[in-house]
């Protein structure tokens, strides 16, 4: 579950409880009432809205939810923001909640990076064509490093403009020759959203895909477009779908054989 979609703290709980339980059977509303130093019969009415958690009994919960920093202090901000009765300081803590919550929207942290090991000048010129990338994805199949030239040939690239590309990475301390071998030194890079480079990035890497989707058959590809009409909360929700989709899809990767290179993009965009 993503805590940041919550507004009241109670129902934080309630769900993490729930959805514990499912992974845990040995969880139970007793044991976390005993973490949390109450009653069970005062927490299930505090979860029923009729009460409230003190500041110690919120840490509490979260200690025993497991919840790291970032979600704990999220918790007692919005226990602030249910407790709060003064109108101007209320509304500043519904500021921070959202602020907060459009942060843990954004890719780069539901992601593990490694785009700090980069020099800005670096990260600038990977991103500023897609060869770059690509060469450096299929420098991680250790078929390609040993066999470079066929990334060449598959790139239908020169043999200079090849050449030019693996000298370049090396300068960037992306990828390193070891033993007559290509290897990647640095993965999991990641162009942040805010950074004054992404829409070129995206305009280019999309004519890219498209051009390489032409030469394409059926099996090696799969397309998906829709069209469609909601609400803001329901975007918002398909959005955060899409980052825990993210996180599954990196994990799997991660513990996957490297064989292929694949190239993903998803859009949502807005039209009305």
């Not at 923001?81 to 959202?98: A, T």
């Not at 060869?131 to 043999?159: A, C, D, G, V």
């Not at 071998?181 to 640095?186: A, E, F, L, T, V």
Request: proline residues 1%; glycine residues 2%; hydrophobic residues 35%.
């Amino acid at each position: 579950m993503n805590i940041f979609e919550y507004l009241d703290y109670r129902l934080i709980i309630k769900d993490s409880l729930y959805n514990l339980k499912l992974i845990k059977p040995s969880v139970t509303l007793e044991k976390l009432a005993d973490s949390c130093r109450v009653q069970k019969t005062y927490l299930s009415k505090v979860l029923n809205h009729g009460g409230n958690l003190n500041t110690d009994q919120i840490y509490l919960a979260a200690e025993y939810f497991g919840f790291n920093q970032i979600q704990t202090d999220y918790l007692f901000l919005i226990h602030d923001y249910d407790q709060c009765v003064v109108d101007k300081r209320k509304k500043e803590l519904l500021r921070q909640i959202h602020k907060i919550q459009k942060e843990q929207l954004n890719t780069q942290s539901h992601l593990k990076v490694k785009s700090e090991e980069l020099q800005l000048e670096a990260l600038q010129e990977y991103y500023a064509d897609p060869y770059y990338q690509i060469i450096h994805i299929f420098l991680t199949i250790k078929y390609y490093q040993e066999n470079p030239n066929e990334i060449r040939e598959k790139l239908n690239l020169s043999e200079d403009k090849f050449q030019n590309y693996l000298h370049k990475l090396i300068k960037m301390n992306i990828i390193i020759l070891e033993n007559k071998s290509y290897k990647s030194h640095i993965d999991n890079i990641h162009l942040p959203s805010h950074s004054s480079m992404m829409k070129a990035y995206r305009t280019m890497t999309r004519i890219q895909a498209l051009q390489k989707l032409n030469t394409l058959d059926d099996h090696n590809s799969y397309n998906f477009s829709v069209v469609f009409s909601t609400d803001q909360k329901t975007r918002d929700k398909i959005h955060q779908n899409f980052l825990e989709f993210l996180k599954e899809t990196q994990k799997l990767v991660s513990k996957s054989k490297e064989e292929d290179v694949f190239q993903m993009n998803f859009d949502l965009l807005k039209w009305s």
